[in-house]
DNA sequence: AAGTGGTCTAGACCACTAA
DNA sequence: TAGTGGTCTAGACCACTTG
């Protein structure tokens, strides 16, 4: 372990990148002690407080642990966040390690109901796409998925777009920026048009999943109603205490 | 605004609160500019590393942003945080304007079968505390819980305790800190016992979630199944699009 | 008693932004 | 050019844990 002193890189990050990588690659495992500060500030030739940097970033990405007296350690999971964040059907079937695939059910503009135009906060019969789209997994049906965008903000949409990427399509061609979303999830049974596009059973157990997604500046840009097979999706996610105690 | 630094409560936390506090109370804006490092510095009588600190973890928590050159502002959101992060039953109902209320179905310490085993990492036919409640809503059944708690982590369980507050009692009395779940949830139907407790069909809609929780250094202290009535239970849920670059 | 992380100081130079 | 946050130093005392 070396440190460049006149690289561009901060020395508190060429520490933690350094520390990470032993950790990633095994040198450091779970509960081992890692050096304690002062040992690092010494081997390195810099002070306390630097290293204190590295240390704190790495034990606010969760790799290490610090114990009063006792010393710093490194985490028993880190457990990967992976399938955090927003991510597309096709992201997450490719997580789950099986073959994403669609069938384009239909694609049109219509004039907004009442229900999707409050989700896009445009007024009602303002037009907007409807896609619908069952999403399969392996080549079986996995969800019938009805996504819904604003026809003035998502320009040029064709059926070739969004059987590419849409995600890709409104970040790389029209530059905007895809932030944040709210997803609800509840749990329903099939009714009698789901049960045949999804091959189930009318009455079958469905996990329904309602997002709205949002630009950096706040804007909604899609409403996505999802009706996932209760049999074969469940949904996986993760979270923090520590993200709003005040 | 004023400190104290004969207190026991470190500089940087005082400093913390208060700036927390005038951001709460609406006496700084969103996009408010707060005064400089040091300024804060010589207005307290301490150096600027302490400011630095303070504002360090307002950052982490989103109630400020720094602009390299410019300065630090208030940030514009912090108020979409809401439902996110680890909640327990009674915050979740008390933010949706219901009153919480429980019934102990039973309470005892049993060896852990397989399945709760590997959720909470120890070896099979560990004793494990298996506490069952139904939980309810303006007193009307909302889900069926079961939580596992290793007995060895968790020592000292009483009814009493779980009545109160469970996590109060892993934070407050045994000083061990919460920090992160994983939860799955899918959908699923009533089984014959379910629908008793729930007082629902048998075969109505349910919503499943399945939740291992963990402590700081990683070890889980929690496993619980929640089977929530489909019919009254929504589960609203927050992302973010970059969560995980590192 | 020795070592650890937690807190804190009083400076310093840098790159960046704004006027 | 003046002011800001970003980085860094070389110390210090504290409370805590462990031998």
């Not at 490719?94 to 049109?108: C, D, I, T, Y």
């Not at 445009?122 to 907007?128: E, F, Q």
């Not at 009455?203 to 049999?231: H, N, Q």
Request: hydrophobic share 35%.
């Amino acid at each position: 372990m070396i440190i460049d002193k006149n690289s561009p890189i901060p020395i508190y990050h060429q520490i933690e990148e350094q520390i990470k990588a032993k950790i990633e690659n095994g040198f450091l495992l779970p509960d081992d002690a890692i050096p304690s500060e002062r040992e690092y500030a010494e081997k390195f030739g810099v002070s306390r407080m630097t290293v204190r940097q590295a240390l704190n970033n790495l034990v606010n990405d969760g790799f290490l642990v610090r114990q009063k007296g006792r010393g710093t350690f490194v985490s028993k999971k880190k457990v990967e966040q992976k399938l955090q964040g927003l991510t597309s059907f096709t992201e997450d079937m490719q997580e789950r390690g099986m073959k994403p695939s669609n069938k384009l059910v239909h694609f049109e503009i219509i004039p907004a109901i009442e229900s999707v135009a409050s989700q896009l906060d445009v007024p009602v019969h303002t037009p907007v796409y409807e896609v619908k789209r069952v999403r399969l997994a392996d080549d079986i049906p996995m969800a019938l998925e009805t996504t819904y965008l604003p026809a003035n903000l998502i320009k040029g949409l064709t059926d070739e777009i969004i059987n590419r990427s849409l995600y890709q399509y409104i970040e790389g061609h029209l530059k905007l920026e895809i932030d944040q979303a709210t997803q609800q999830l509840e749990a329903s049974t099939a009714r009698e048009s789901e049960s045949k596009l999804l091959e189930v059973e009318k009455g079958a157990p469905i996990l329904l999943i309602l997002r709205t997604s949002f630009l950096k500046d706040g804007t909604p840009y899609e409403f996505v109603r999802s009706a996932y097979r209760g049999d074969r999706y469940k949904f996986i996610h993760q979270m923090s205490r520590n993200s709003n105690q005040s």
